[in-house]
C-alpha cells in the first residue's frame, strides 16, 4: 500500500504508464507480441487474474465456452479428471467436477480502472470525454498522418505541444474556449503537476486519475508511447512523447470544464468521498477463477496429450536414414510452412526439408532500387550493420489512380467524378467478377525482383553508408551460414540442390498485411534473406572457410533461393541460370514436386474456407485459393497463424509421420552437434518471444476480441496510415480482427525439445527474460530425452516425468481425403 | 406500360420479407435472396428502360392506390417515371446488385448477416419508392424508410457506444429534413388546393398562375425543399453527419453515404426543379449554398488524415457542385456527375483498406519532406487559422448543437419536477379541459378560441421536448409522445370541418403503438431491476425478440407506414389553415423531434454497451 501514499513523481508515473499501455507499432511494422507484456513478469495464470481485476479484460474463456468445449469433446473427461486430481486430490473429484459442469458464478467484472475518473459524470454531470476526444483524436492522428491528408499538420517543430504552442501563438481562432487553458499552454516548464493540481488537487489520486484517463484511450496512448520509443516506425519522422500528450488532453478537459462552471470549480480530488486505490494491488482469490484455470489447462492437455502421444510413437519407431538424397529444402520455421513440408516429403522420399527462422541469420537493411528509406530484414529487436542494395533493371512501380488525392480537390475532382467515376464502376464490376492483382494488392513476389541484383559482398575500402557496411565480407558470411547449418543440424550429407524457401503472402484491402508476412523479417517477405543467403553459402571462399571449420560442402552441391507465397501457394526461385548444368535436370523434376505439393497444400489448407469446396479437384481448388487472395470482398484470404499451439525443436524425425494439422512451429535442430546447448540457446531465445508472441497475441486478440483484439475488420477505417478505428472518431484498436482469430483455438503454446532436460535447464535459464516465459508458464515446455524418448514437463521451474494420459491415436492413410471432410480442428494423426 | 412501374417495389418489397423471416443461420439462403432479387430488379430496369426509349421515352404517370379519400383530403400513392428516375433507378439497381454480391463473401460469418441484408433490401425498398414516386405523399414514404434503414446500418454495431450515437445523431439530421418535407407537403397543399403530382409541376402555367398570387408561399414551398435536400444531401450547414455515418461495415457505408442515400438530396431538387424554376432568389440561393458547401468541404477534406472521413467529405464537395448544376439548369449534366460520383466514391470506400499497404509503399519510393500546397502562399496567421478551422470542421457540429439541440434540451430539462403520476394527472387535467373547452367551443369568444389550438399544440411540444431529454425513467418519456399526439389531434379539432374518422385513423395507431411499447417497457422492467435512460443499456444482448418487438412500436409511433397514423398525419396537417403558420411549424417540429425522442429511447434501452459485464465489452471510444 505504500505505493498510493508516496509524493506523485511525474516520470515514475509516465514511466509506469508506457510500460502497461499496449505496445502495438504502425501498420507497417505490425509484428506480433505478447498483448500482456506488462504482466509477464507474474505466473501466467496470476497475470490474467490481475489484468482483468485492474482493466478489467476478459483474460480466459467463460465458463459456458469452456462446458461448450467439453460439450464438444475438445476437452477430454479423462484429461479433466486428471487436472482435478492433481490439483485438488482424488477425493474432491466429485466436488469439483460438479462446480465446473453445473454450477452457477456471477462473472460481473468490476474492474479497478475507470472508477475515480468516472466521478466526473456523476458527481458533475458533464461527459468530459466527449468533449475532449473528438479534438483531441483528430489533432493527434493529423499531427501523426503519414500520407493521408493533402493539406498536412503544418508545424512540426520541436514536438507535439510545441507544434501547437506555435499554432496557437499566430491564429485567429483557438484550440481552446477558455482563456485559462490557453494560458497555462504557454506557461514555461508546464508539467502534468501544476495540471493536476487544478484538475485533481488530491495528490493521492493522481496516478489513479491518469491511468483512468489513459485507458480510455489505450490505442491512441499507446501508439503515441510507441512511436516515443522507436521512432524510426514511421518513414516521416514525428517527435511526439506520451507526456506531450497527456499535458495537451489535461488542457483540453480543464478548457472543457471552465466553459461549463467558470473557472472556480471544486477539484475532483476534493469533491469525491472514497479514498485512494492501490490499482495494482493482489489480485482477491476467486474460485470462479479457479474453475477457469482448471478448464483452460484440462483444454491445453486434451490437445498436447496427443501430441505427446504421438511424440512418443516417433520417438519409438526408428525411421530410416535417407541414402542418395535428392534435396534439401529450408523452409521458415512458420506454423504456415509445417504443411508444405509434409507435402514435399512425401511426393519425394529421397528429399530432406528443415526448419528455421526465415531471415536464414542474415540480419541486414535492404534498400531497392529508387527506395528512400531501408527496410530492416531481420528479427524486430535486431539492429543490423549491414545494407544490401539492389542494382541494375528493375520493373516501374505500378500506380492506381484511384489512390489520387486529386479526387478530393474541387476542381479535379469534379473532372475525375465524371470521368474515373465510370471506370471505378468497371473496376468493382471486374473485381467482383473476376479478380486479379492490381497495384492495390499487396504481394510477396513484388519485394524482390526475380531479375533483380544485389550487392552481397563488400568490396574492400567501400564508405559506410550511414553508419552500415555495404555487404558482408566473406568471413562474415561464413559465420553465417556455419551458424545457420549447424543450428538446424545439417553438417554432412548435402544433397546436389539445397533450396532455401523464404515466405511471403499475398492479400488485398488488408490492413495488416505486415503480420501475414514473415515475423522473423519484421513483417516482410524472406525472398532477399534467402537469395542473400544463398549466395554465401555458394561462394567458393566461404566454402573454403567452412571447410577449415569442419564443414564440408562438396562442389556439386548448390543452394538456390526462393520464395512461397503462404496466401497464394505459388513459388519462385531466384537466380536460376546459375544452376549447373548437372543439376538442371534435377531442379526441373524438383520444381514439379514443389508445384504438386502446392496445389496438395492449397486443397489442404482449404478445408477452413466456407466458400470454397474441398471436395473439388486440387486445380480448382488451387485455383480458388488463389483468387481468394487478389479479391477486394475476402477478408480471410488466408488464416494465417490460426490455430498455432506446438513448436517442435528437434530432428524431422520428431514430427515426420504425424498429422500436426499446420498447427506447429517447427525449428530443426541436433542435439548431437550441440552437446551444451549453445545453438539450443539461440532457439529459445528467438521461439519464446516471436512463436510465444505470435500464440499469445493470438490467445488474447480471442479471448476478449474487444478490448485485446481489433473487433471485426469490416468497419475499420485507416488514420493516417499508423492504426485503424471503427469510424472516423474512435480510439485506434489494436490487437488482431476477429476474421483472424475466429477459428483460433485459445491455448499456449507448447515447445517440445529433443535434448537432455538438465541441458535444456541450464539453456533456457541463462538470460533471464528468456527463463521468464518458461519459468511463468507463458509458453508450455516439454523435455524429450532423446535416448529413452521419455518426456519431462516443465513446471515450477522443474522437469517432471510426463505420461500421456491416452493411449490411442487415430491413423490415416491417406491425409488430403481425410481432410478435406473436416473443417474444424482436426486430431492428430499417424499417417501410414 | 405505366402499370409495369409497381412491380419495381413488389421485388424488394418481396426480397425484404424472405429474408426477415429467414433463418439467421442460413447465410448461403439469405444472400441467394438479395442476390436474386437485385438481380431480376437490375435486368428488368434496363428491359424497361431500352422499351420505353424506344417507344420515345415519354414521361409516366401511374395512380396507384388511394389511402384515404372525402371531400377535401384525397390521400393517394402515386408513381412517376421520366429521365431522372430511370438514371437513379438504374443507378441503383446497380450499386446495390454490386454492393450486395459483394457482401456476400465479405459479411460472411459476420454477427447480423441476415440483419445485414434485410436491411439492404429495405433501403433498396425505400430508395426505389423515393425514386418513382410522383407526388410528395409517396416521395416522403420512401424518405422515411430511407431514414429508419439508414439508422439501422450506422447501428449494426449496436455493442459499441460510438455507432450508436452517430446513428441517433444522424437519424435527428434526417428528421429535420423531414421537416422541411412535412411543412411543403403542407404548404403545396394549400397552394394548389389539391395533393399535386409531379407530373401536373411539369405544367409551367398552372404552376405559375397559382404562383403569381401566392409569390411568398411559393418561397417558402421551395425553401422548406432546400432544407430537406440540403440535410439529406449533407449540405451546409448539415454536412458533418456525413463523415460520421461511416460505422457501419464498409460496403454499406459504401452504398448508403458514398453514394445513393446521399445523393437523394440532389433527386429532390431535380424532381422539383419546374416549380421553383421561375424563383430565381431560389436558384441563387441554391447556387451561393452549393458554392460555399464545395468551398468549405473541400478545406475539410484537405485535412483529412482518416481514408473515410476524407473521401466523404470529398464527396460533399463534388455534391456542392451538382446542387450548382441543378440550380443553373443543367439536368444532364448534373444526372452525369452524379453517376460519375456514386460509381468513384463507393469504389473509393470498398477499396479504402488497400491504402495502407499503396501509399506506404509510395511513400517509400517517392518521399519528399515537405509537400507544397498553395496554403503555403499565405501568411501564417492566415493558414494556421484555415487549418484548425478546417480541422474543426468549421464548428459545424457544435453549431448544430447550438442551434438545436441544447436548446430542446434546456427547455426539457425545466420539466424534470414531472415525474410518472404527476404527469398522468397534468395530461388528464389538461385533457378534460380541453375537451370541455371543445364542447363549448360555441360559447368561448373567438380571440381566445383562434389561439386554442396554438396552445394545446404548444403543451404537446413542450412534452415531447421533455420526452427527448428525459434522463430517468423511459414510462414518463415514452407516455409523453404519445400524449403530444392526443394534444396534437385536440388542437386541430378545434379548426373546423375534420371528421371524426380522420382523428380516429389518426389516434388508433398511436394507440396500438403507444400500448404495445408500453408492454415492452414493462416487460424489459420484469426481467431487469432498473431501467433507466441515463446511460445506454445494450438490452438487446439478452432481449433480442422485446428489443424488435419495440423497434416496431417505435416505429409505430413515429408515425412510420405500418400503422393508420401515416395516413392521420398527413390528414391532420391538411387541417391546419394557411394563416395557422405557427401552429404548422409547431406541429411539425413535435412529430419530428417525437421521432427522435422515440428513437432515442429505444436507443437507450437496448442498444451500446450492454451495462451488464459477465462477457466481453468494448471501449467506450470504439
Not at chain 1, 535459464?765 to 518458461?774: D, G, H, I, L, Q
Amino acid at each position: 500500500m505504500n505505493q498510493v501514499y508516496k509524493k506523485f513523481d511525474e516520470d515514475e508515473v509516465l514511466h509506469h504508464l508506457q510500460h502497461y499501455l499496449p505496445a502495438q507499432a504502425p501498420l507497417k511494422d505490425f509484428v506480433h507480441h505478447n498483448t500482456l507484456h506488462a504482466f509477464q513478469s507474474n505466473h501466467f495464470f496470476d497475470a490474467l487474474q490481475k489484468s482483468n481485476q485492474i482493466f478489467g479484460y476478459k483474460t480466459i474463456l467463460s465458463l459456458p465456452e469452456f462446458r461448450d468445449l467439453y460439450k464438444n469433446g475438445k476437452i477430454k473427461k479423462s484429461v479433466l479428471d486428471f487436472v482435478i486430481k492433481t490439483r485438488k486430490g482424488e477425493g474432491n473429484l466429485e466436488v469439483w467436477q460438479n462446480k465446473l459442469l453445473f454450477e452457477h458464478y456471477d462473472a460481473s467484472c468490476h474492474p479497478r480502472i475507470g472508477s475515480f475518473r468516472s466521478h466526473w459524470k456523476t458527481d458533475y454531470a458533464i461527459n468530459l470525454d466527449k468533449v475532449v476526444h473528438t479534438l483531441l483524436f483528430k489533432m493527434l492522428c493529423s499531427y501523426l498522418d503519414q500520407g493521408i491528408s493533402i493539406w498536412s499538420f503544418p508545424v512540426h517543430e520541436k514536438g507535439f505541444l510545441s507544434s501547437i504552442k506555435v499554432l496557437e501563438k499566430s491564429n485567429y481562432i483557438s484550440f481552446f474556449a477558455t482563456k485559462r487553458a490557453k494560458e497555462l499552454l504557454f506557461k514555461p516548464h508546464l508539467n502534468i503537476q501544476t495540471l493536476l493540481d487544478i484538475l485533481v488537487a488530491n495528490e493521492d489520486f493522481y496516478e489513479q486519475y491518469l491511468f483512468d484517463q489513459q485507458f480510455l484511450h489505450p490505442g491512441w496512448s499507446g501508439i503515441v508511447a510507441t512511436i516515443e520509443q522507436q521512432p524510426e516506425s514511421l518513414l516521416d519522422g514525428r517527435k511526439i512523447n506520451l507526456k506531450e500528450f497527456i499535458l495537451f488532453e489535461l488542457l483540453l478537459e480543464i478548457d472543457a470544464l471552465d466553459a461549463k462552471f467558470g473557472e472556480n470549480w471544486l477539484p475532483l480530488g476534493n469533491k469525491v468521498k472514497s479514498k485512494p486505490m492501490n490499482l495494482f494491488a493482489k489480485a482477491a482469490y476467486s474460485e470462479l477463477f479457479e474453475l477457469q484455470t482448471i478448464w483452460q489447462e484440462a483444454f491445453e492437455f486434451s490437445f498436447y496429450d496427443e501430441v505427446l502421444l504421438g511424440i512418443q510413437y516417433q520417438k519409438k519407431n526408428k525411421i530410416d536414414p535417407i541414402d542418395n538424397k535428392s534435396f534439401q529444402a529450408f523452409f521458415c520455421m512458420d506454423d504456415r510452412e509445417c504443411s508444405i513440408r509434409r507435402h514435399v516429403e512425401s511426393l519425394d522420399s529421397r528429399c530432406e526439408t528443415f526448419g528455421t527462422p526465415g531471415f536464414f541469420n542474415v540480419e541486414f537493411f535492404y534498400q531497392p532500387l529508387g527506395g528512400k528509406f531501408y527496410t530492416k530484414l531481420c528479427p524486430a529487436p535486431v539492429t543490423p550493420k549491414y545494407l544490401i542494395k539492389e542494382v541494375g533493371i528493375t520493373n516501374k512501380r505500378q500506380t492506381d489512380v484511384h489512390f489520387t488525392k486529386h479526387a478530393h480537390g474541387l476542381f479535379f475532382g469534379w473532372i475525375i467524378s465524371q470521368t474515373l467515376g465510370f471506370w471505378s464502376a468497371m473496376r468493382l464490376f471486374l473485381n467482383i467478377f473476376s479478380p486479379t492483382i492490381t497495384p492495390a494488392t499487396s504481394t510477396s513476389f513484388r519485394h524482390l525482383d526475380k531479375k533483380a541484383n544485389l550487392i552481397i559482398e563488400h568490396t574492400e575500402g567501400s564508405h559506410q553508408i550511414k553508419g552500415l557496411q555495404l555487404g558482408f565480407t566473406t568471413d562474415e558470411m561464413a559465420d553465417r551460414v556455419e551458424g545457420l547449418l549447424k543450428s538446424i543440424g545439417l553438417v554432412e550429407n548435402f544433397a546436389p540442390i539445397v533450396y532455401v524457401v523464404g515466405h511471403g503472402a499475398t492479400s488485398i484491402n488488408n490492413t495488416h498485411y505486415a503480420g501475414y508476412d514473415c515475423g522473423a523479417c519484421c513483417g516482410r517477405p524472406g525472398s532477399v534473406n534467402a537469395k542473400v543467403f544463398a549466395f554465401m553459402a555458394n561462394h567458393i571462399k566461404v566454402r573454403a572457410i567452412l571447410q577449415q571449420r569442419g564443414i564440408s560442402i562438396p562442389e556439386e552441391t548448390q543452394f538456390v533461393g526462393a520464395l512461397h507465397d503462404t496466401t497464394r501457394d505459388e513459388i519462385v526461385f531466384y537466380d536460376e541460370e546459375m544452376i549447373s548444368t548437372s543439376n538442371k535436370a534435377n531442379h526441373t523434376k524438383n520444381i514439379n514436386v514443389f508445384e504438386t505439393a502446392l496445389g496438395y497444400n492449397a486443397k489442404e489448407r482449404s478445408r477452413r474456407f466456407e466458400s470454397i469446396d474441398s471436395q473439388q479437384s486440387v486445380e480448382k481448388v488451387h485455383q480458388s485459393v488463389k483468387k481468394r487472395s487478389v479479391s477486394l470482398f475476402e477478408p480471410r484470404p488466408e488464416l494465417n497463424h490460426a490455430t498455432n499451439a506446438l513448436c517442435v525443436v528437434g530432428s524431422r524425425n520428431l514430427s515426420k509421420n504425424l498429422f500436426l494439422d499446420r498447427r506447429s512451429f517447427m525449428n530443426s535442430y541436433d542435439y548431437r552437434i550441440d552437446p551444451n546447448g549453445d545453438y539450443l540457446f539461440g532457439i529459445l531465445k528467438a521461439i519464446a518471444p516471436v512463436g510465444g508472441g505470435i500464440n499469445l497475441e493470438y490467445y488474447f486478440s480471442r479471448v476478449d476480441n474487444q478490448k485485446l483484439g481489433a473487433g471485426t475488420k469490416l468497419p475499420h477505417n485507416v488514420m493516417g496510415l499508423i492504426g485503424v478505428a471503427n469510424g472516423i472518431d474512435g480510439d485506434l484498436r489494436t490487437g488482431l480482427p476477429s476474421q483472424m482469430i475466429e477459428v483460433h483455438d485459445p491455448i499456449r503454446l507448447m515447445v517440445i525439445v529433443e535434448h537432455f532436460p538438465e541441458v535444456i535447464l541450464k539453456t533456457i535459464s541463462k538470460v533471464p527474460e528468456t527463463y521468464e516465459w518458461f519459468k511463468n508458464e507463458w509458453v508450455r515446455l516439454v523435455a524429450v530425452h532423446p535416448e529413452s524418448g521419455a518426456l519431462f514437463l516443465f513446471q515450477q521451474e522443474k522437469f517432471i516425468p510426463y505420461l500421456p494420459i491416452q493411449t490411442e491415436i487415430k491413423r490415416s492413410k491417406n491425409i488430403l481425403e481425410a481432410v478435406a471432410k473436416e473443417q474444424d480442428n482436426m486430431s492428430i494423426l499417424i499417417i501410414n | 406500360m405505366e402499370s409495369l412501374l409497381q412491380y419495381f417495389l413488389v421485388l424488394p418489397f418481396l426480397g425484404f420479407i424472405l429474408t426477415l423471416l429467414a433463418n439467421d443461420k442460413k447465410e448461403t439462403f439469405i444472400s441467394r435472396v438479395a442476390f436474386v432479387v437485385v438481380l431480376t430488379q437490375l435486368i428488368g430496369i434496363i428491359v424497361f428502360i431500352s422499351g420505353w426509349l424506344y417507344l420515345g421515352h415519354l414521361d409516366l404517370n401511374l395512380r396507384e392506390l388511394t389511402l384515404f379519400h372525402n371531400k377535401e383530403s384525397d390521400f393517394f400513392i402515386d408513381f412517376y417515371f421520366d429521365e431522372i428516375t430511370a438514371v437513379y433507378m438504374l443507378m441503383g439497381a446497380l450499386l446495390t446488385f454490386l454492393v450486395t454480391t459483394y457482401s456476400r463473401y465479405y459479411l460472411h460469418r459476420e454477427n447480423g448477416y441476415k440483419r445485414f441484408f434485410c436491411t439492404i433490401l429495405f433501403f433498396f425498398l425505400g430508395y426505389n419508392l423515393a425514386v418513382l414516386s410522383g407526388n410528395f405523399e409517396t416521395l416522403f414514404l420512401g424518405w422515411e424508410i430511407l431514414g429508419i434503414s439508414s439508422f439501422l446500418l450506422i447501428a449494426f454495431y449496436r455493442d459499441r457506444y460510438l455507432p450508436v450515437k452517430n446513428a441517433i445523431k444522424v437519424f435527428s439530421i434526417y428528421r429535420i429534413g423531414d421537416v422541411g418535407l412535412i411543412l411543403a407537403m403542407w404548404a403545396a397543399h394549400h397552394l394548389f388546393h389539391e395533393n399535386i403530382t409531379f407530373l401536373k409541376l411539369n405544367n409551367y402555367e398552372m404552376v405559375s398562375e397559382h404562383l403569381s398570387s401566392h409569390s411568398l408561399i411559393g418561397v417558402f414551398i421551395s425553401l422548406a425543399i432546400l432544407i430537406a435536400a440540403a440535410a439529406k444531401s449533407a449540405q451546409l450547414p448539415f454536412s458533418s453527419w456525413l463523415p460520421r455515418a461511416m460505422e457501419g461495415p464498409t460496403p454499406s457505408s459504401a452504398i448508403f453515404y458514398g453514394s445513393l442515400s446521399v445523393h437523394l438530396g440532389v433527386f429532390l431538387l431535380l424532381r422539383t426543379f419546374p416549380f421553383w424554376e421561375h424563383q430565381t432568389s431560389i436558384r441563387v440561393l441554391i447556387t451561393i449554398l452549393g458554392l460555399f458547401t464545395s468551398i468549405i468541404a473541400s478545406l475539410i477534406a484537405r485535412v483529412q488524415s482518416s481514408v473515410k472521413s476524407q473521401i466523404a467529405y470529398g464527396s460533399i464537395a463534388q455534391i456542392g457542385l451538382i446542387f450548382i448544376e441543378v440550380a443553373l439548369g443543367l439536368k444532364t449534366l448534373a444526372l452525369i456527375h452524379f453517376a460519375g460520383n456514386a460509381f468513384l466514391r463507393t469504389y473509393q470506400l470498398l477499396v479504402s483498406p488497400s491504402v495502407v499497404s499503396y501509399l506506404i509503399r509510395e511513400q517509400f519510393y517517392n518521399y519528399k519532406p515537405k509537400q507544397q500546397t498553395f496554403e503555403d502562399s499565405l501568411s501564417k496567421k492566415m493558414e494556421f487559422s484555415l487549418y484548425i478551422l478546417a480541422l474543426k470542421e468549421f464548428q459545424l457540429e457544435w453549431f448544430m448543437n447550438f442551434i438545436l439541440w441544447r436548446p430542446l434540451k434546456k427547455v426539457g430539462s425545466k420539466l424534470n419536477f414531472i415525474k410518472i403520476k404527476s404527469l398522468v394527472l397534468l395530461f388528464a387535467m389538461v385533457y378534460a379541459f380541453g375537451i370541455l373547452t371543445y364542447v363549448f367551443k360555441t360559447n368561448i369568444p373567438y380571440q381566445i378560441r383562434n389561439l386554442l389550438p396554438e396552445i394545446f399544440a404548444f403543451m404537446g411540444m413542450v412534452m415531447i421536448f421533455k420526452a427527448y431529454s428525459e434522463r430517468k425513467s423511459p414510462y414518463v418519456a415514452w407516455l409523453m409522445i404519445v400524449m403530444n399526439h392526443f394534444l396534437i389531434a385536440l388542437a386541430i379539432s378545434f379548426n373546423e370541418k375534420v371528421g371524426f374518422n380522420e382523428i380516429l385513423l389518426y389516434l388508433t395507431g398511436i394507440v396500438i403503438a403507444g400500448a404495445f411499447g408500453y408492454l415492452a417497457l414493462l416487460a424489459l422492467s420484469k426481467n431487469e431491476k432498473k431501467i433507466s435512460l441515463n446511460m445506454f443499456s445494450g438490452h438487446v444482448y439478452e432481449h433480442p425478440k422485446l428489443s424488435f418487438f419495440f423497434l416496431l412500436a417505435t416505429l409505430g409511433i413515429t408515425g412510420f407506414p405500418i400503422t393508420t397514423t401515416f395516413i392521420g398525419e398527413d390528414l391532420i396537417f391538411s387541417h391546419i389553415h394557411r394563416s395557422q403558420i405557427i401552429l404548422a411549424i409547431m406541429v411539425s417540429l413535435s412529430f419530428v423531434v417525437g421521432g427522435i425522442a422515440a428513437i432515442r429511447i429505444y436507443a437507450r434501452l437496448f442498444l451500446g454497451p450492454h451495462i451488464k459485464t459477465y462477457h466481453e465489452l468494448p471501449y467506450k471510444s470504439s
